[in-house]
């Protein structure tokens, strides 16, 4: 059976396999239902004592790691929380379900349209609320996609299991925390003080002490202190994570409630949030499962487990814990409870818009080598993000690098393109800096590791390749995106789309009949890699350049013009790529007004006659990051430094 057939039939079965079985085995061994409390941080790696870090000051959850068992190899589906969180609420990774960009909504300055949930996909937790559970909420979702009126009892900022109206109702309730959120690293020492003021003395860090910052920061005193903050926040978490488990103590419900520790993703700083590099998806993973709830010994107490386990993996492995059937449509495993398949060999993670930026990676990891693919390298590691930077680590990177003082773990992240295929071995190279991928040596590795990240794709059904604009039209034409590779009329696209894409990135003078061939597809979406491709070879590909101008003026697809447009900068023929830029510009679908305002971005000073045309734009009411590429272009075009939303 091909991949793409193992995909379709994913879909085609997925309602029926959900069929539930409250309890199973488990109910005949107990008298009552264990409750199960989440408690989740944001942008936290496995900083903790019990993962031998040893700055930090972590009592409680070390204490809970005692009591259960750690993962050693948890692993997020993304960098970034949104994306992750759609996959951890489903089961599903948001490359399949189409929520893979950060925000796929684009939380508007008016409005926001998050990706539309298909019907036969359920929130995890509504399986769980039909068997009788209390589900709460507090408080965030930021799912990617509307919020279920079955998914939970309460999701608000006072939803708590105690509210549940009977106290031998078992419940599952899920408490957030921010305050280990990037923001809160660079925040403003008021409330920074507010996060960590039932620290003692002898809990707070010293900068000058820390002896494990990563070899791709500068070790300056600002950097320092980001990251004495940081192991600070961390001391915070650790005093709010002891009042979750207080709560269920002093309930007299410790010995009947399952709890699970984790993180969205990996530290929110510098070349870690947002990347799918260890930094950036490596999390803590805890779980404590009381003993009469234990199934083949699992969860023993001080237990490290190695294993490898995807964030993908924490909805069934819920449901397996409960008794309830896993739906066929969910692509992670259970790691718990009774009846597992085998563990798995590799963990999979996608990186794709992040706010106002395209960029689209995929990282593939075994328990030794991490292997990533770039898709788009001729773009910049740090393409400029308003949130991102926010970052003191990022100003200090740019700082140094203008200065010619960064060494060289830190300046790699500094060039204006990135290798194809990067390749690390994580045993003896933990922060992934000497990459792996030329030396023959690990040929046979890369190989190994790149057929992998191929057959992901396509088992999958990965979205990423399919540009934003044309995600949504397939969305409003399938009534979803999830849906979009099983339609009769895209059979075999994603084989052409992929056959395309993989060389369009970094091509060669060959693949220019490959390129003009796919010209001619019906798919916009092959067009515009095609033309992503030619522009790439603009000097060598100067042949053609009336094929792309019929794409530029009479394409039915803006971004395919888009595309054609960039050719054509590529060859320095602005004055035919501008008015399509400008008009696009101001189209009605918001993406393509990004892909437009991205294009005169990375033209820089060229884009200087069309001034009026990028502050029109600041205007924009309905998609936050239009104005943000649009202020960036102005300020490197005015030199100015407006700051907008």
């Given at each position: 059976?091909?991949k793409r057939r193992q995909f379709l039939k994913m879909i085609a079965g997925g309602t029926a396999a959900a069929t539930l079985s409250p309890w199973k085995n488990l109910q005949a061994?107990?008298?009552?239902?264990?409750?199960?409390?989440?408690?989740?941080?944001?942008?936290?790696?496995?900083?903790?004592?019990?993962?031998?870090?040893?700055?930090?000051?972590?009592?409680?959850?070390?204490?809970?790691?005692?009591?259960?068992?750690?993962?050693?190899?948890?692993?997020?589906?993304?960098?970034?929380?949104?994306?992750?969180?759609?996959?951890?609420?489903?089961?599903?990774?948001?490359?399949?379900?189409?929520?893979?960009?950060?925000?796929?909504?684009?939380?508007?300055?008016?409005?926001?349209?998050?990706?539309?949930?298909?019907?036969?996909?359920?929130?995890?937790?509504?399986?769980?609320?039909?068997?009788?559970?209390?589900?709460?909420?507090?408080?965030?979702?930021?799912?990617?996609?509307?919020?279920?009126?079955?998914?939970?009892?309460?999701?608000?900022?006072?939803?708590?299991?105690?509210?549940?109206?009977?106290?031998?109702?078992?419940?599952?309730?899920?408490?957030?925390?921010?305050?280990?959120?990037?923001?809160?690293?660079?925040?403003?020492?008021?409330?920074?003080?507010?996060?960590?003021?039932?620290?003692?003395?002898?809990?707070?860090?010293?900068?000058?002490?820390?002896?494990?910052?990563?070899?791709?920061?500068?070790?300056?005193?600002?950097?320092?202190?980001?990251?004495?903050?940081?192991?600070?926040?961390?001391?915070?978490?650790?005093?709010?994570?002891?009042?979750?488990?207080?709560?269920?103590?002093?309930?007299?419900?410790?010995?009947?409630?399952?709890?699970?520790?984790?993180?969205?993703?990996?530290?929110?700083?510098?070349?870690?949030?947002?990347?799918?590099?260890?930094?950036?998806?490596?999390?803590?993973?805890?779980?404590?499962?009381?003993?009469?709830?234990?199934?083949?010994?699992?969860?023993?107490?001080?237990?490290?487990?190695?294993?490898?386990?995807?964030?993908?993996?924490?909805?069934?492995?819920?449901?397996?814990?409960?008794?309830?059937?896993?739906?066929?449509?969910?692509?992670?495993?259970?790691?718990?409870?009774?009846?597992?398949?085998?563990?798995?060999?590799?963990?999979?993670?996608?990186?794709?818009?992040?706010?106002?930026?395209?960029?689209?990676?995929?990282?593939?990891?075994?328990?030794?080598?991490?292997?990533?693919?770039?898709?788009?390298?001729?773009?910049?590691?740090?393409?400029?993000?308003?949130?991102?930077?926010?970052?003191?680590?990022?100003?200090?990177?740019?700082?140094?690098?203008?200065?010619?003082?960064?060494?060289?773990?830190?300046?790699?992240?500094?060039?204006?393109?990135?290798?194809?295929?990067?390749?690390?071995?994580?045993?003896?190279?933990?922060?992934?800096?000497?990459?792996?991928?030329?030396?023959?040596?690990?040929?046979?590795?890369?190989?190994?590791?790149?057929?992998?990240?191929?057959?992901?794709?396509?088992?999958?059904?990965?979205?990423?390749?399919?540009?934003?604009?044309?995600?949504?039209?397939?969305?409003?034409?399938?009534?979803?995106?999830?849906?979009?590779?099983?339609?009769?009329?895209?059979?075999?696209?994603?084989?052409?789309?992929?056959?395309?894409?993989?060389?369009?990135?970094?091509?060669?003078?060959?693949?220019?009949?490959?390129?003009?061939?796919?010209?001619?597809?019906?798919?916009?979406?092959?067009?515009?890699?095609?033309?992503?491709?030619?522009?790439?070879?603009?000097?060598?590909?100067?042949?053609?350049?009336?094929?792309?101008?019929?794409?530029?003026?009479?394409?039915?697809?803006?971004?395919?013009?888009?595309?054609?447009?960039?050719?054509?900068?590529?060859?320095?023929?602005?004055?035919?790529?501008?008015?399509?830029?400008?008009?696009?510009?101001?189209?009605?679908?918001?993406?393509?007004?990004?892909?437009?305002?991205?294009?005169?971005?990375?033209?820089?000073?060229?884009?200087?006659?069309?001034?009026?045309?990028?502050?029109?734009?600041?205007?924009?009411?309905?998609?936050?990051?239009?104005?943000?590429?649009?202020?960036?272009?102005?300020?490197?075009?005015?030199?100015?430094?407006?700051?907008?939303?």
């Amino acid at each position: 059976m091909t991949k793409r057939r193992q995909f379709l039939k994913m879909i085609a079965g997925g309602t029926a396999a959900a069929t539930l079985s409250p309890w199973k085995n488990l109910q005949a061994r107990v008298k009552s239902r264990p409750n199960i409390l989440w408690i989740s941080t944001e942008d936290i790696g496995p900083h903790l004592g019990c993962y031998g870090d040893p700055h930090a000051i972590t009592p409680t959850l070390d204490g809970l790691a005692a009591r259960g068992v750690h993962y050693k190899n948890a692993f997020t589906t993304s960098g970034v929380c949104a994306p992750n969180r759609s996959s951890i609420i489903t089961g599903v990774y948001p490359t399949t379900l189409g929520t893979h960009p950060m925000r796929t909504g684009g939380s508007g300055v008016e409005r926001s349209n998050p990706a539309k949930l298909p019907k036969n996909v359920r929130f995890f937790t509504e399986y769980i609320r039909d068997a009788g559970y209390y589900c709460t909420n507090n408080a965030k979702t930021d799912y990617q996609v509307n919020t279920p009126d079955d998914a939970w009892d309460e999701s608000s900022k006072t939803a708590h299991w105690k509210n549940r109206s009977h106290s031998d109702t078992p419940f599952f309730a899920v408490f957030n925390y921010k305050g280990t959120h990037e923001g809160s690293v660079r925040s403003d020492p008021e409330r920074f003080a507010r996060l960590t003021q039932r620290l003692t003395p002898d809990q707070r860090q010293d900068a000058d002490q820390l002896t494990t910052l990563p070899p791709f920061h500068p070790d300056t005193p600002i950097v320092r202190r980001q990251w004495e903050k940081y192991y600070e926040l961390l001391t915070g978490l650790d005093y709010w994570v002891q009042d979750r488990l207080e709560e269920v103590e002093q309930a007299g419900l410790a010995d009947d409630t399952i709890v699970v520790f984790w993180s969205d993703h990996g530290t929110g700083m510098t070349r870690c949030k947002r990347w799918t590099y260890d930094s950036g998806t490596h999390i803590p993973l805890i779980v404590y499962i009381p003993e009469k709830y234990r199934t083949q010994n699992q969860a023993q107490p001080g237990t490290v487990d190695e294993q490898l386990v995807s964030s993908l993996d924490l909805p069934p492995t819920m449901l397996n814990l409960l008794g309830l059937d896993i739906p066929g449509y969910m692509q992670g495993r259970a790691f718990l409870g009774p009846d597992l398949s085998p563990e798995r060999d590799y963990v999979y993670a996608a990186r794709d818009r992040m706010d106002e930026r395209y960029d689209i990676i995929r990282m593939v990891r075994d328990k030794r080598y991490l292997y990533l693919r770039n898709y788009e390298p001729f773009k910049p590691y740090y393409q400029h993000m308003r949130s991102a930077e926010k970052d003191p680590v990022i100003k200090e990177l740019r700082r140094l690098h203008s200065q010619g003082k960064l060494y060289p773990a830190a300046e790699q992240f500094m060039s204006d393109h990135k290798p194809v295929e990067e390749l690390y071995d994580t045993q003896n190279d933990p922060h992934q800096i000497y990459n792996l991928a030329d030396d023959p040596q690990y040929q046979d590795v890369l190989q190994r590791l790149r057929k992998e990240h191929y057959d992901w794709i396509f088992r999958t059904g990965d979205l990423g390749l399919i540009p934003e604009p044309e995600l949504v039209e397939y969305e409003k034409q399938y009534g979803d995106r999830y849906s979009i590779w099983s339609q009769p009329e895209n059979q075999g696209m994603l084989e052409r789309l992929h056959a395309v894409a993989t060389v369009a990135g970094h091509p060669h003078i060959t693949d220019i009949p490959l390129f003009i061939h796919a010209l001619d597809d019906e798919k916009a979406s092959v067009r515009y890699w095609a033309l992503i491709g030619l522009g790439n070879l603009a000097d060598k590909a100067s042949y053609i350049k009336e094929r792309v101008l019929d794409h530029l003026k009479t394409d039915r697809s803006a971004i395919v013009r888009i595309a054609a447009a960039r050719y054509l900068d590529m060859l320095g023929e602005y004055d035919t790529a501008l008015p399509v830029l400008v008009q696009e510009l101001q189209n009605q679908q918001e993406w393509v007004r990004l892909y437009a305002a991205i294009e005169l971005d990375r033209i820089n000073e060229q884009a200087r006659e069309v001034i009026p045309h990028l502050k029109q734009a600041l205007q924009d009411k309905h998609n936050k990051y239009v104005v943000r590429v649009a202020n960036n272009a102005l300020n490197e075009l005015l030199g100015t430094d407006n700051m907008v939303r």
